[in-house]
């Protein structure tokens, strides 16, 4: 079974991944990303999906025009896990 983070691990998690925010319900990360229009924000939908697929491991979102809200947790682990902090980080390298 995955294991959910320790207050160490995360706090080590959210000084890795500032532009993500813990959040309590679900017990997880989020963050909103924009983009100049519909095309490219479901372009950037399209890379993050073959991440999730690739890694098991799929994020809660929506998308409405140009803006793309994620949510990561990790429901076998009742919480934030190491799961989600590896795919916030893979995300994050999908737009440096």
């Given at each position: 079974?995955?294991?959910?983070?320790?207050?160490?691990?995360r706090?080590?998690?959210?000084?890795?991944?500032?532009e993500?925010?813990?959040?309590?319900?679900?017990?997880?990360?989020?963050?909103?990303?924009?983009?100049?229009?519909?095309?490219?924000?479901?372009?950037?939908?399209?890379?993050?999906?073959?991440?999730?697929?690739?890694?098991?491991h799929?994020?809660?979102?929506?998308?409405?025009?140009?803006?793309?809200?994620?949510?990561?947790?990790?429901?076998?682990?009742?919480?934030?896990?190491?799961?989600?902090?590896?795919?916030?980080?893979?995300?994050?390298?999908?737009?440096?």
């Amino acid at each position: 079974m995955i294991a959910r983070l320790n207050d160490e691990e995360r706090a080590k998690a959210r000084a890795e991944l500032p532009e993500w925010t813990a959040i309590a319900e679900p017990d997880g990360l989020s963050r909103r990303f924009t983009f100049a229009d519909f095309n490219a924000a479901f372009g950037f939908m399209t890379r993050v999906a073959i991440l999730a697929e690739k890694a098991d491991h799929h994020p809660e979102w929506s998308n409405v025009y140009n803006r793309v809200d994620i949510v990561l947790t990790t429901h076998d682990a009742g919480g934030l896990s190491q799961r989600d902090v590896d795919l916030a980080r893979a995300i994050d390298a999908l737009i440096a």
